[in-house]
């Protein structure tokens, strides 16, 4: 069902509801005639016609951007018109039905107590008319700002890529000359980081044991490249498979360590990752050998600065990512993913 359809729908059921409950009213005292069935189901379509008519003048001068400031004033001057044309609209009927005499005395107080009356079915109309503007808009803005935040994700996930496929297929083209046995080997494991690759794109987050996979077949490629001059070990918390992660998050980070950290010295080093299950969520940190050596350093990384932004993105302010020295010797990379919902 179309909005348009929607909203002549609950016109509709509202004000005939309305006119239900003043013929029960009625009823209690009075038998009804036919002529104040009538005067009442005319009085139901004045009410749907007119609020019709303030909706259509409400969406044209485009009141849903005015400030509440300015837009309550404009409501009041609003409702005493609707509350006058509509008492207006209630004696033209008692005469044509001829009730007029029926209804009661008209004095200044029937006129007030009927003015408010209107007013005040006025009101909640335009309560429950402009929540639905605000709700709809509201919607509309999340669908907007979702549809960036994937546009910008995909973005990000399609610089990386290459990125990494580039990267790996040059340690490759290393192994083929001087052990094609490895290099065989060390196709296989691309081929499954491929496919782990390939099965994640158009995720936006993955489950850890996946990225985890990708990263020991990655960082088994590596090992191969640089054999003796890289160790690496791992501690993973039994639970860190309850959390999801950015793909090719873990793997860009490793990368990185390995790139600006371990490559660098002459007798390589050690690449650590560690998980750990902590109060804001699950805590991963990957230590290497290597230094920073100014703060400049910390950003000019490009597997860092995409991993801020995809972070950030994902989960807000929720998540954190920080490197630093922990000694003249090791570097740690630390991550903070929330706790899913």
């Known amino acids: 069902m179309s909005k348009q359809q929607l909203y002549w729908l609950f016109q509709m059921a509202g004000w005939s509801l309305y006119g239900a409950i003043q013929l029960f009213l009625y009823s209690v005292e ?37 400030k509440w400031v300015a837009l309550i004033p404009r409501f009041m001057i609003a409702m005493v018109v609707f509350s006058f044309t509509h008492y207006l609209f209630i004696i033209l009927i008692s005469i044509l039905s001829g009730d007029l005499n029926e209804i009661q005395e008209f004095n200044v107080f029937y006129i007030l107590a009927s003015m408010l009356q209107s007013m005040g079915l006025f009101g909640i109309w335009s309560l429950i008319y402009l929540s639905f503007l605000y709700f709809e808009r509201y919607n509309r803005s999340l669908k907007s700002e979702a549809a960036i935040k994937e546009i910008e994700l995909n ?32 196709i296989t494991q691309l081929s499954n980081i491929l496919r782990n690759v390939l099965k994640a794109q158009p995720q936006e987050t993955i ?48 990368e990185n360590s390995i790139k600006h950290g371990i ?19 699950l805590q991963i940190q990957i230590k290497n050998s290597g230094k920073l050596t100014t703060k400049k350093q910390k950003k000019t990384g490009y597997g860092l600065l995409n ?28 991550i903070i993913i929330p706790k899913p919902v």
């Not at 996946?210 to 990655?218: F, I, M, S």
């Not at 010295?265 to 690449?271: A, F």
């Not at 995809?310 to 990379?333: F, M, P």
């Open 30 to 66: 009075f038998q009804i005639t036919l002529s104040f069935f009538s005067g009442q189901v005319l009085q139901v379509t004045f009410m749907v016609a007119l609020t019709h008519l303030f909706r259509n003048y409400i969406i044209r001068n485009n009141w849903i951007d005015i």
């Open 155 to 186: 973005n990000l996930k399609s610089q990386l890529n290459p990125h990494f496929i580039f990267n790996a297929l040059n340690s490759i083209r290393a192994l083929v000359q001087e052990d094609p046995l490895k290099s065989k080997k060390a």
């Open 207 to 254: 489950p850890f044991r996946e990225e985890l996979a990708t990263v020991k077949d990655y960082l088994a490629l590596e090992a191969i490249r640089y054999e003796e001059r890289i160790e690496i070990s791992y501690e993973i918390d039994e639970h860190s498979n309850f959390f999801c992660v950015p793909p090719l998050m873990l793997q860009t980070l490793a």
């Open 263 to 281: 490559s660098k010295l002459k007798k390589g080093g050690k690449l650590e990752l560690i998980t750990q299950r902590v109060p804001e969520g």
């Open 307 to 334: 991993t801020e932004k995809r972070l950030k993105l994902i989960y807000g302010d929720q998540a954190s990512l920080h490197i630093r020295n922990t000694n003249d010797h090791t570097v740690l990379t630390q």
